[in-house]
């Protein structure tokens, strides 16, 4: 069965740091992309940041560039979102999607952010 888990969401304070983790399985599943959104309370979901698990070229949000960044393991289908300098703005649930190569994606449970002033 393919799923997608996030973790390390978390209350932080603004200025801090967070690393945001997604693991997509089985390990075998053959991915094309992963990427992050985030969503608010009533509105719609918002891309964050997106890599091609083939070629490694990445795209940010411009919202974020500069202060997120991201990192990958390959071997074991995870994806890292490395956040700096919070602020409360991004206080968002942040979800991990992840595509293979025959363009199935599957989306995570959600990780809840929240950065306080």
């Known amino acids: 069965q393919e799923q997608v888990v996030e973790s390390g969401g978390g209350l932080v304070e603004a200025g801090g740091s967070l690393r945001l983790s997604c693991v997509a399985s089985?390990?075998?599943?053959?991915?094309?992309?992963m990427a992050w959104f985030r969503q608010a309370p009533g509105k719609e979901r918002e891309f964050v940041e997106r890599i091609n698990t083939i070629s490694g070229s990445t795209n940010y949000a411009d919202s974020v560039k500069g202060r997120f960044t991201n990192d990958k393991n390959s071997a074991e289908n995870t994806l890292f979102l490395d956040m700096k300098t919070l602020k409360p703005e991004v206080t968002d649930i942040y979800y991990c999607?992840?595509?293979?190569?025959?363009?199935?994606?599957?989306w995570g449970q959600g990780t809840q952010v929240t950065v306080t002033s």
């Open positions: 999607n992840a595509k293979t190569i025959f363009d199935r994606e599957n």
């Open positions: 089985p390990r075998s599943l053959s991915l094309h992309d």
